[in-house]
């Protein structure tokens, strides 16, 4: 079965930078839509930027012209560059992945990784 790993979270002083990754398990199978969600304390799980297979990107307004998203060289990667953090991103980030099927989808989550800007 496809699974998603994120990679790249760790600890960062504000207006700093990181970049993190996804790749699926196997990639034999393509993903048609990727995407990064993230979910901090107390807050609902929000969606933070996407892109389908034909290059439609979408943006969170609260990380518009911070943030960027992006299709991998290998078969079923995302990557999310994160520039000019704040402190109001510190989350937990989780990749999203679906695979279309005729008239249904599959959707792919990953276990999340640990953001966190300091001040």
């Known amino acids: 079965q496809v699974q998603l790993v994120e990679s790249g979270g760790g600890s960062v002083q504000a207006g700093g930078s990181l970049r993190l990754s996804c790749a699926a398990s196997?990639?034999?199978?393509?993903?048609?839509?990727m995407g990064w969600y993230r979910q901090a304390p107390g807050k609902q799980r929000e969606l933070v930027a996407g892109?389908?297979?034909?290059?439609?990107?979408n943006y969170a307004e609260s990380v518009k012209g911070r943030f960027t998203i992006s299709r991998g060289n290998a078969k079923n990667t995302v990557d999310l560059q994160m520039n000019s953090l704040k402190p109001e991103d510190t989350a937990v980030y989780y990749c999203h992945g679906r695979r279309e099927i005729y008239r249904d989808y599959v959707d792919y989550w990953g276990q999340g990784t640990q953001v966190t800007v300091s001040s």
């Open positions: 196997r990639s034999i199978i393509s993903i048609n839509a």
């Open positions: 892109i389908t297979s034909n290059g439609y990107r």
